[in-house]
């Protein structure tokens, strides 16, 4: 999804492709078990243990954290997959939101639950080798194929019982996987769209506008220029890109803090990263239509979306989610709305983007033992 890319100001492109609401390897762990110990290994809040692992994706190697529960296993166990832009396994971004690593509260409320957990550091973030900027969700789903290979192989976990957690993007990168291997055993969405790229960034757009005080001509002003930006991506007219880009760069640099100019780079350094990335992520983004893999998958679905999101919204993504679940092969899936939960889950007032750096910080603790229940109720820890 392009919504953190879009909203984060710490993205000189949001002035450009996304103007729309403001617009790297390491060993693998010991072997799993109560207690186990080894090279990274620590104990966890919920007495379980966590430990650094990494495997290959190609020519990259990703490195995460392995959260397993205490006792017995073979336990269940879910990769948890970040929405959009570089984030780390934890689910940070530099510059967002301060605090907000959903990835890691997931994993701790998971191994209460019995259910152990992976989250790495995407390519190109953290101790993961290769690039971010040239990924394409595409990439990323082979990444997360990855490691779902790596994880149903680890001693002590079941591997009949592993599944993919996504959120916002990552929650397309679940039904991507999903929709094409089988060896995946449940899917969890939180935030997941259901409509093309192109579509849902246009009502992003609208939104922001809307929200900025734009009506009538003047939003209608606004939304044609979104387009004609848009359709420069897809056309591939990269030097018209680049043009506009240089045009609008000194304003967004100015109007950043000190301190978020200086992790940008140069002006040269930020145009050619986010050219890369705009000739992978971008026009694959605006092209890819999620509602064809969610009508694919043959295992249950849990689907949660929140009621005051306005970056996908319950209004545009519901109906055709449901209409691709209904004709999917699984009998079993539910999607529900969670009516003060905004896009990041957590409990807000109005769901503007604005907000989010006024609120706590975290998933809202409905949100966190909804997912577990679900997940324990259908692959929870078996004799």
């Known amino acids: 999804?392009?919504?953190?890319?879009?909203?984060?100001?710490?993205?000189?492109?949001?002035?450009?492709?996304?103007?729309?609401?403001?617009?790297?390897?390491?060993?693998?762990?010991?072997?799993?078990?109560?207690?186990?110990?080894?090279?990274?290994?620590?104990?966890?809040?919920?007495?379980?243990?966590?430990?650094?692992?990494?495997?290959?994706?190609?020519?990259?190697?990703?490195?995460?954290?392995?959260?397993?529960?205490?006792?017995?296993?073979?336990?269940?166990?879910?990769?948890?997959?970040?929405?959009?832009?570089?984030?780390?396994?934890?689910?940070?971004?530099?510059?967002?939101?301060?605090?907000?690593?959903?990835?890691?509260?997931?994993?701790?409320?998971?191994?209460?639950?019995?259910?152990?957990?992976?989250?790495?550091?995407?390519?190109?973030?953290?101790?993961?080798?290769?690039?971010?900027?040239?990924?394409?969700?595409?990439?990323?789903?082979?990444?997360?194929?990855?490691?779902?290979?790596?994880?149903?192989?680890?001693?002590?976990?079941?591997?009949?019982?592993?599944?993919?957690?996504?959120?916002?993007?990552?929650?397309?990168?679940?039904?991507?996987?999903?929709?094409?291997?089988?060896?995946?055993?449940?899917?969890?969405?939180?935030?997941g769209p259901a409509v093309k790229g192109h579509d849902l960034v246009l009502a992003q757009s609208e939104h922001a506008l809307r929200n900025s005080g734009l009506s009538g001509p003047d939003l209608e002003a606004a939304m044609a220029g979104v387009r004609r930006e848009y359709d420069l991506v897809l056309n591939e007219e990269w030097e018209g890109i680049e043009a506009a880009m240089r045009a609008m760069l000194p304003a967004q640099l100015e109007a950043m803090p000190p301190e978020q100019r200086a992790l940008l780079g140069t002006p040269e350094e930020i145009m050619a990263e986010e050219l890369l990335r705009m000739k992978n992520w971008t026009r694959f983004f605006l092209t890819y239509d999620p509602a064809r893999d969610w009508a694919r998958i043959r295992v249950p679905v849990l689907a949660l979306l929140g009621g005051l999101d306005v970056q996908v919204t319950v209004e545009q993504n519901r109906a055709p989610l449901e209409a691709a679940l209904r004709a999917a092969p699984t009998e079993d899936w539910t999607v529900r709305v969670l009516p003060s939960a905004n896009h990041l889950f957590q409990d807000a007032e109005t769901g503007n983007p604005d907000e989010y750096f006024r609120l706590d910080p975290v998933i809202a603790s409905e949100v966190l033992d909804a997912v577990a229940t679900w997940i324990r109720e259908r692959v929870g820890r078996q004799p």
Request: with cysteine.
């Open 1 to 191: 999804m392009p919504t953190n890319r879009q909203l984060h100001t710490l993205r000189a492109t949001c002035a450009l492709a996304f103007a729309l609401g403001g617009c790297g390897s390491g060993g693998g762990g010991g072997a799993m078990g109560a207690g186990a110990t080894g090279p990274g290994a620590s104990g966890h809040p919920s007495d379980g243990f966590e430990t650094e692992v990494s495997f290959p994706s190609g020519d990259v190697r990703l490195v995460g954290t392995l959260t397993v529960p205490p006792g017995n296993g073979p336990v269940p166990a879910v990769i948890l997959l970040s929405g959009s832009g570089p984030q780390d396994r934890e689910g940070e971004t530099a510059g967002f939101v301060p605090g907000y690593q959903p990835s890691r509260v997931l994993a701790e409320r998971l191994a209460e639950a019995g259910i152990a957990s992976l989250r790495y550091d995407e390519r190109g973030v953290g101790a993961s080798t290769g690039s971010h900027a040239s990924a394409s969700t595409a990439d990323l789903a082979d990444d997360a194929e990855a490691a779902l290979s790596y994880l149903r192989s680890r001693e002590g976990i079941a591997p009949a019982r592993v599944g993919l957690l996504g959120q916002s993007e990552g929650a397309s990168i679940a039904a991507m996987v999903a929709a094409r291997n089988p060896d995946v055993a449940f899917v969890v969405s939180l935030a």
